[in-house]
């Protein structure tokens, strides 16, 4: 059973900045896609990043140009460094492993952006 856990969620003010990172367990993590996700209150969840297996990303058009995915496979964790944040980013936010024969998602971790 794979698990994720997410950290690095917190208050922000806007224009501020935040990491999150997500940890993965099991013994193989580089060849998986993985991606991050997020819930605002009251809205479906939305796709945010995705990093390949091969270190290719893909951007929603809302954070484009603000928000950085990353990966390091022998830490066996992605990361989302977000810049500029604005308070529509306020969510929280998912990691999800992508397996092809199954997706796995982490509980998730709220970032607040407020003044």
């Known amino acids: 059973q794979v698990q994720l856990v997410e950290s690095g969620g917190g208050l922000v003010q806007p224009g501020g900045s935040l990491r999150l990172s997500c940890a993965a367990s099991?013994?193989?993590?580089?060849?998986?896609?993985m991606g991050w996700y997020r819930q605002a209150p009251g809205k479906q969840r939305e796709w945010v990043a995705t990093?390949?297996?091969?270190?290719?990303?893909n951007y929603a058009d809302s954070v484009k140009g603000r928000f950085t995915i990353s990966r390091d496979n022998a830490k066996k964790s992605v990361y989302l460094q977000m810049n500029s944040l604005k308070p529509e980013d306020t969510a929280v936010y998912y990691c999800?492993?992508?397996?092809?024969?199954?997706?796995?998602w982490g509980k998730g971790t709220l970032v607040t952006v407020s003044s």
């Open positions: 990093i390949t297996s091969t270190a290719s990303t």
């Open positions: 999800n492993q992508d397996r092809g024969a199954g997706t796995y």
């Open positions: 099991g013994s193989i993590f580089s060849i998986y896609h």
